[in-house]
């Protein structure tokens, strides 16, 4: 399936698509969207943490959403980057609440990482618009972001979590899925699909429930489906259900035990430029919030993510793993009754990390390498001093030296502690 990401831009100025043959064989065929059903618990946690859910938005980097964030690992002072028109550009605030699309394919992120010293990233842009060079350097703060800033005061956020690979979302998603991405290294999907193991066979094999909500497109199949033997068991295709059925489930306390939430065909909420980002925090807003007030949230714990930064600058060099990464650093909020209260995160990790909380937390095999030696979310948490509320008070104070201007920035009562691990914590 030939599925690109600028699918934004030409839908706004084109009114059409070009629909590849693989996603008009998705639209003859869609995966069906079941009533919902209690799901039973079935496989017994080691941690308290008995229901995850995963929430991965689209296309944003940290220093891009977080960058200004107090205590973080942020936008240095007094840095700028060349232009590619001559001229040199610096990180700014973005006084919008979206941006045009930029360059984000394998070739690109690669040549914005240029050896190590990312600082190409405003070049890259400008080969496809030399106006883009500045939208490449911005950033958003909490005058736009303003929820996700509340989160990120009042639980823990992860200021080292990198994208799996340099290069797009699907290779990404495939890692936060599989551990690898099956040598893919673009967007587009084989018609035979990807035939490699997941995190929903061990899953099905172990007895740990799950479900994956997806947004509902006609031209797109939620990328669990393209897994031959997912695609060919009904049992596990009842579970890719529409995300139409999420409020459902949740007030009725029917959260299994792993949850993925996937709104990556929804320009609306994904965040994907030119998406608004704040109407895709408002919906992010109304699906935690849903979560929070559900019976099981005294277990739950919630990974905010995002799948790669969308070509957008970051400071930080991503460590080089292996021949495909990591990628750049994208944002990473741990909400939960468990996760430390006003905490930054400094511990290298990646989207393997996710599969490798699945596999300590309910007894699962490590799918890859990668997954073995990824960083371990568990410093994210605290089990001993558990809070039960959604969120606590908080206090708006002023960062002094805040790059970004403007209003105080809200906080939790204790400001955010950084953490003290920057290697990989195996």
């Known amino acids: 399936m030939a599925w690109s990401e600028r699918r934004w831009a030409l839908t706004i100025f084109l009114a059409a698509m070009l629909i590849p043959v693989a996603a008009v064989v998705s639209f003859l065929n869609p995966p069906a969207s079941l009533p919902a059903v209690p799901v039973p618990l079935i496989a017994d946690a080691a941690t308290p943490i008995q229901h995850l859910v995963i929430i991965m938005k689209e296309n944003h980097g940290f220093d891009n959403y977080f960058g200004t964030f107090p205590g973080v690992d942020g936008v240095p002072l007094n840095v700028s980057l060349p232009d590619g028109q001559g001229g040199t550009v610096s990180p700014h605030w973005l006084n919008s609440t979206w941006t045009w699309d930029l360059p984000h394919d394998r070739g690109s992120m690669i040549q914005d990482y240029d050896g190590g010293r990312n600082d190409l990233f405003a070049t890259v842009a400008a080969s496809w618009s030399p106006s883009l060079a500045s939208v490449a350097m911005g950033y958003y703060d909490e005058r736009q972001l303003g929820y996700y800033w ?3 005061a009042n639980y823990t956020i992860g200021d080292h979590y ?3 690979v340099l290069g797009p979302t699907i290779p990404n998603r495939l890692f936060s899925l599989a551990g690898q991405a099956g040598n893919l290294s673009t967007n587009d999907i084989p018609l035979g699909g990807i035939d490699i193991p997941t995190v929903f066979d061990q899953m099905e094999a172990r007895g740990v429930s799950w479900r994956y909500y997806y947004s509902p497109s006609l031209i797109y199949n939620p990328l669990p489906t393209y897994f031959p033997r997912l695609r060919s068991s009904p049992d596990m295709m009842a579970k890719v259900v529409s995300m139409d059925l999420l409020s ?3 007030s009725a306390g029917n959260l299994p035990n792993v949850t993925f939430i996937d709104s990556e065909a929804s320009l609306e909420t994904s965040e994907h430029p030119p998406g608004n980002v704040t109407t895709g925090e408002a919906w992010s807003a109304g699906v935690i919030g849903e979560i929070q007030a559900s019976p099981e949230w005294p277990s739950t714990a919630i990974l905010l993510t995002w799948d790669e930064n969308g070509g957008f600058y970051d400071h930080v060099p991503p460590p080089q793993v292996d021949a495909w990464g990591y990628g750049f650093r994208v944002p990473l909020i741990v909400i939960s009754p468990h996760a430390r209260r006003g905490f930054v995160d400094s ?3 990646d989207h393997t990390s996710t599969l490798r909380f699945i596999a300590d937390n309910w007894g ?6 990668r997954e073995a030696n990824s960083g371990k979310l568990s ?3 605290d089990f001993v001093n558990v809070s039960g509320s959604a969120l606590p008070r908080t206090t708006a104070v002023s960062e002094p030296g805040y790059l970004g201007g403007g209003p105080p920035v809200l906080l939790a ?9 920057l290697a990989v914590d195996p």
């Open 162 to 164: 990198f994208q799996s």
């Open 347 to 349: 511990v290298v990790m």
């Open 379 to 381: 410093s994210a948490f």
């Open 248 to 250: 459902r489930d949740l």
């Open 413 to 421: 009562s204790d400001a955010p502690r950084r953490g003290v691990s």
């Open 150 to 152: 509340s989160l990120a």
């Open 364 to 369: 699962l095999p490590y799918l890859t390498g």
